[in-house]
């Protein structure tokens, strides 16, 4: 493994909350699971908890930093402060090279054949325990990556209808679970057809805990309001004296009907715009923590009487002078 600090991409100024974010984000996406297509990724995953282990370890750190262990927690230059270059004068020496061992063995010395190394580590490490053993023991060897987190159960599909007038008011929606308990649910500013809502733990049960429920709402249709972003249209229909005299007429709404005050000589395709009567608003919300809504657009259509008769005899020769089609150059 190389410089552990590296391997987490932080400074060796970093505290050990910085070390500890580091390696969460690597482990987020570097672990097993979600790279199963990738063996680089584990590989990667390994060496960033490798080097977690030794920074998060005060003391190994410490080691580290000062140049006495190395990435992997094993000790550097071992024989350091035994001597010039070796065990001294009944050990190893730097110039003690005689007859293709550490000393000629006529004076006491070791050759190759005599001296077995993984006898020599035992005795610096303790007895019985190899070199590798004894420095995993110390905590400079590696250590195994975590185990894989125990999988939830399965989640959950439920399919929710709402009102059309529901899902433009954002009035709270009853639904029923799996385990048969009902609870109130509330719709989302800005809910339409195919929005997924999601009930954590609501799901199928699991050796790592419960799934979730994911609920689809389908939103219905209208038989004369229809949706216009955050905004609901609708036509209204005036009878020809009303639109000439004026009126007060009442207009539905998602929220019940309301009063229109309808002009004297009002003209047809006029539209009137009713504040805070249209469709919730995504992801705002006001101070009361609902969310805001558009408007409702109403079009005002005059609507002929069946019977023109009465109407014709009224007119007589009359004729509107105005030219409504001048301006297309008619």
């Known amino acids: 493994m190389?410089?552990?600090?590296?391997?987490?991409?932080?400074?060796?100024?970093a505290?050990?909350?910085?070390?500890?974010?580091?390696?969460?984000?690597?482990?987020?996406?570097?672990?097993?699971?979600?790279n199963t297509d990738n063996p680089k990724a584990a590989e990667k995953f390994s060496d960033a908890t490798n080097a977690y282990d030794l920074l998060s370890d005060g003391e190994k750190r410490a080691q580290f930093d000062r140049g006495e262990i190395d990435a992997d927690?094993?000790?550097?230059n071992p024989f350091a402060g035994m001597g010039g270059g070796g065990f001294g004068r009944s050990?190893?020496?730097?110039?003690?090279?005689?007859?293709?061992?550490?000393?000629?063995?006529?004076f006491g010395g070791?050759?190759?054949?005599?001296m077995d190394l993984?006898?020599?580590?035992?005795?610096?490490?303790?007895?019985?325990?190899?070199?590798?053993?004894?420095?995993?023991?110390?905590?400079?060897?590696?250590?195994?990556?975590?185990?894989p987190p125990q999988k939830k159960g399965a989640d959950i599909q439920y399919r929710l209808a709402v009102p059309f007038v529901d899902a433009a008011s954002g009035r709270d929606q009853r639904i029923t679970l799996s385990d048969g308990k009902a609870i109130n649910l509330k719709l989302p500013g800005g809910v339409e057809d195919?929005?997924?809502?999601?009930?954590?733990?609501?799901?199928?049960?699991?050796?790592?805990?419960?799934?979730?429920?994911?609920?689809?709402?389908?939103?219905?249709?209208?038989?004369f309001f229809h949706r216009d972003g955050d905004h609901i249209r609708m036509d209204l229909p005036l009878t020809l004296d009303e639109a000439i005299k004026g009126a007060k007429v009442k207009c539905p709404t998602v929220d019940g009907p309301v009063m229109?005050?309808?002009k004297p000589g009002t003209d047809g395709g006029t539209v009137m715009r009713l504040k805070g009567k249209g469709w919730t608003k995504k992801g705002a919300k006001d101070a009361d923590g609902n969310s805001p809504r558009g408007d409702q657009l109403v079009t005002l259509e005059i609507q002929l009487p069946e019977d023109l008769g009465a109407l014709e005899a009224k007119l007589g020769d009359w004729v509107d002078p105005a030219k409504p089609r001048e301006k297309f150059g008619l």
Do not use: C, W
């Open 91 to 106: 050990g190893f020496s730097g110039g003690a090279r005689q007859s293709g061992g550490f000393r000629d063995p006529e």
């Open 110 to 114: 070791f050759t190759p054949d005599d």
């Open 73 to 76: 927690g094993n000790p550097l």
């Open 260 to 262: 229109l005050t309808i």
């Open 118 to 147: 993984g006898d020599l580590f035992e005795g610096l490490f303790g007895g019985g325990r190899t070199r590798s053993q004894a420095g995993a023991r110390r905590g400079f060897g590696q250590r195994p990556p975590p185990p």
């Open 15 to 34: 505290t050990e909350k910085e070390i500890k974010s580091a390696y969460r984000k690597l482990a987020k996406e570097l672990h097993p699971d979600r």
């Open 2 to 13: 190389g410089d552990p600090y590296k391997t987490l991409g932080v400074a060796r100024t």
């Open 194 to 223: 195919g929005t997924q809502m999601r009930l954590k733990g609501k799901g199928h049960a699991g050796p790592g805990g419960h799934g979730d429920g994911i609920v689809v709402v389908e939103v219905g249709s209208h038989p």
